[in-house]
């Protein structure tokens, strides 16, 4: 799942939960057809889904828009119907409503909508790794954080609930469970992977509270603060809301909009989440001393290169779309970072030096006439 990328503590817990599963991971009384699975996870969807009336017209086209995405055959209306009849038989037995119409359509719809279809069944082996990792989740470090509710989340729709709160960790991790808005974490996670549209009361810096209803596509973290990135109804860009400035948000009933891109690539060309409305450059940086050895180990972009390497500095290039994250994560190098080129980046760069220079100045003064 990567609306959690550049979360690299996210990717430890998920490589053991992986490991888990790489083996012999099996389907119980499932067909091994990865198209079949594919229905029956997109039908469990809709059936849960309370706000939108699916008839059989409607599954297909959601199953088939699936099977299109993963590259697989499109079905006809009988292929469902016999799905929704399966399913319907041990060991499975779902229970939909009887009478719900939609004109003169049968509506599709679980009469518990927090009922989900048990996919994933897992042997004593893997069941033990999957432990290993949420021993992880559940130690003192992680406990209250909810940034990881999406892992936990995920390991017991597997299991079927195997949490038994006994754990040691030997690992610790840097996190903060008094951010706030991390208690929206949870619910706004939801509401993306079950496709729900949901009004945000939220406070922009040095505004007054707004209310926006919006499409929630992806959670991104960058310098220990969470985004929800989401597109405004009636609006054609995407937006990023802080979860620490959102003071609550409910799911409303209205038709969910899918991403009309990729939100992985949407932010390839960028670091952090402010997306400017121009094309990426390459832009040549060179590091001195030190941190030369830190940019080598821990690169500022996917895209950076190496240009040339001496014993005294480093010279990089990265192509990015200069933004204010990439300001910021310059000027945090102090005297031991240079922008080369373009011409116009290292001005504007020079420019916020010059404006920091100044302020120290005008402070001495200020501290030598009190």
């Known amino acids: 799942m990567e609306i959690f990328k550049e979360n690299p503590r996210?990717?430890?817990?998920?490589?053991?939960?992986?490991?888990?599963?790489?083996?012999?991971?099996?389907?119980?009384?499932?067909?091994?057809?990865?198209?079949?699975?594919?229905?029956?996870?997109?039908?469990?969807?809709?059936?849960?889904?309370?706000?939108?009336?699916?008839?059989?017209?409607?599954?297909v086209e959601e199953c088939n828009k699936s099977l299109r995405k993963n590259d697989m055959m499109e079905v006809a209306r009988r292929t469902i119907q016999k799905d929704i009849s399966d399913l319907q038989m041990p060991p499975y037995s779902i229970r939909l409503v009887e009478n719900m119409k939609k004109g003169r359509m049968r509506?599709?719809?679980?009469?518990?909508?927090?009922?989900?279809?048990?996919?994933?069944?897992?042997?004593?082996?893997?069941?033990?790794?999957?432990?290993?990792?949420?021993?992880?989740?559940?130690?003192?470090?992680?406990?209250?954080?909810?940034?990881?509710?999406?892992?936990?989340?995920?390991?017991?729709?597997?299991?079927?609930?195997?949490?038994?709160?006994?754990?040691?960790?030997?690992?610790?991790?840097?996190?903060?469970?008094?951010?706030?808005?991390?208690?929206?974490?949870?619910?706004?996670?939801?509401?993306?992977?079950?496709?729900?549209?949901?009004?945000?009361?939220?406070?922009?810096?040095d505004k007054d509270e707004i209310s926006v209803k919006v499409y929630p596509y992806y959670l991104k973290q960058y310098n220990d603060r969470w985004y929800l990135i989401a597109q405004a109804i009636g609006y054609d860009t995407y937006s990023?809301?802080?979860?620490?400035?959102?003071?609550?948000?409910?799911?409303?009933?209205?038709?969910?909009?899918?991403?009309?891109?990729?939100?992985?690539?949407?932010?390839?060309?960028?670091i952090g989440v402010t997306i400017p409305d121009e094309p990426a450059q390459d832009i040549i940086i060179k590091i001195y001393g030190n941190s030369a050895n830190y940019v080598k180990t821990k690169p500022l972009h996917s895209t950076q290169t190496p240009v040339e390497e001496k014993d005294d500095y480093f010279v990089i290039s990265l192509n990015v779309k200069p933004n204010y994250e990439l300001d910021s994560k310059i000027l945090s190098f102090g005297p031991n970072i240079e922008v080369l080129s373009p011409a116009s980046y290292r001005a504007h760069i020079s420019e916020k030096i010059k404006a920091m220079n100044q302020k120290y100045q005008n402070s001495a003064e200020n501290l030598h006439s009190k």
């Open 10 to 59: 996210k990717r430890v817990v998920f490589d053991i939960f992986v490991l888990s599963l790489q083996a012999n991971q099996q389907l119980v009384d499932m067909p091994v057809d990865k198209q079949v699975l594919l229905r029956y996870r997109v039908l469990n969807r809709c059936f849960r889904n309370p706000f939108t009336e699916y008839t059989l017209d409607d599954l």
């Open 107 to 205: 509506v599709f719809r679980y009469t518990d909508t927090n009922y989900s279809l048990p996919i994933f069944r897992i042997n004593d082996s893997e069941r033990n790794k999957v432990l290993d990792a949420i021993r992880v989740l559940d130690s003192k470090y992680f406990a209250n954080d909810p940034l990881y509710d999406w892992a936990r989340i995920f390991l017991a729709e597997v299991e079927g609930g195997v949490f038994d709160g006994e754990s040691s960790s030997v690992v610790s991790f840097q996190s903060n469970p008094d951010l706030e808005g991390l208690k929206y974490f949870r619910g706004l996670l939801q509401a993306i992977t079950n496709k729900r549209v949901v009004v945000l009361r939220y406070t922009p810096f």
């Open 240 to 270: 990023n809301y802080a979860l620490d400035r959102i003071k609550g948000f409910e799911e409303i009933a209205l038709p969910y909009k899918e991403p009309e891109c990729d939100l992985n690539d949407y932010f390839e060309d960028v």
